[in-house]
C-alpha cells in the first residue's frame, strides 16, 4: 500500500546525498518516487545516491544548493518542478551542530548556526508551501534536544526550537489544501553529524539514556518520514520525538 502512495510522486530530499537523508532519497525512489536530491558540499555522494537509484531503475537528479541563501531555497523547488511538473513531498533534512558554551560563542558562529537551523528550514517550508500539490507532505529534522534540558547546545537546540512554531504555523495555513506539516526530531543519531562535538564518554551517556543501551539509527527515523509522507498524512503541526526513550515531554 505504502509504495501505491509513493508510486510517481515527486519529492524534494533537503540535505538528500547522504546519512539520513540518503537512506530517504533511496527509500522513496525504491517505492517509485521521483526524486530531487538537494546537496550542499558533498557532490560525490549525490552523485553516488543519484546513480545508485537510477541502476535499481529510479529517477532522481541532483540539485547543489546552500539553503541559507532563499534563492537557492526556490531554485532547488524550481528546479523539481521543471523537471518532474511538480513537487507531493518535501523533507528537509539540513542541519548544523555546535556543542558550545554560551560563553564562548561568537557572533558568527550564532549567525551560522541560525542560518541553516532556523532561517533555511523557515523558506523551505514557504516554499514547499507555494510549490506542493494538493495533500503535500512537508516533513522537517528537528532534535530530541528540544525535549531535553541541557548545557552546551544553545544554538543548535535553539537554532531548531523555531521550527516547532514554524510547523505549527504551517500545519494551519497550509491545512485548506490538505498539506500536512511535521517535525521528526529524533535522539542522538549514529552518523558523523554527532560524533564531532562529543567525547566517548558523552557517547556512552547518551546510549545509556535510550532503549537498549544503543544510539538512535538512520533506519529508525526513515520509517517514521515515509509513514508521515503516505499514510501519515492525519498528523499535522506536530513535533515527534523517535529516540528510544532519550527524552519526552
Ligand atoms: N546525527 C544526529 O545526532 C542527529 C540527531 C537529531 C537530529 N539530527 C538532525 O537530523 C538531520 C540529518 O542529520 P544527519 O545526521 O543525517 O547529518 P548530515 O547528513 O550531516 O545532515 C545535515 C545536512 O545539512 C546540510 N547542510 C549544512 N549546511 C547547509 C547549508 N548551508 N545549505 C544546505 N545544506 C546544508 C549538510 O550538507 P554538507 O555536509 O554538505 O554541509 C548535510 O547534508 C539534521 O537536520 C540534524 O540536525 C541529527
New binding site residues.
Partial sequence: MTDTMLRDKVAVV??G??????LVSRTFAEAGAKVVV?????ESDAEQTVKGIQEAGGQAVSVQ????KVG?VRRLFETAVDTYGGVDIAVN?????LRKPILETTEEEYDRMF???AK?AYFFIQEAGRRLNDHGKIIS????LLAAFTDGYST?AGG?APLEHFTRAAAKEFADRGISVNMV??????????YGQETPERVEFHKSQAMGNQL?H?EDINPIIRFLATEGGWFTGQTMFPNGGYTTR
Fill in positions: 533537503g540535505g546525498e547522504k546519512n539520513l537523508g540518503g538537494h546537496y550542499h558540499r558533498s544548493g546552500d539553503l541559507t537557492d533534512t539540513t542541519g548544523m551542530v542560518g541553516i537551523n533555511a529534522l528537528g532534535t530530541s543548535y531548531k526530531a529524533p535522539g542522538p543519531m549514529d552518523t558523523p553529524f554527532f538512535t538512520i
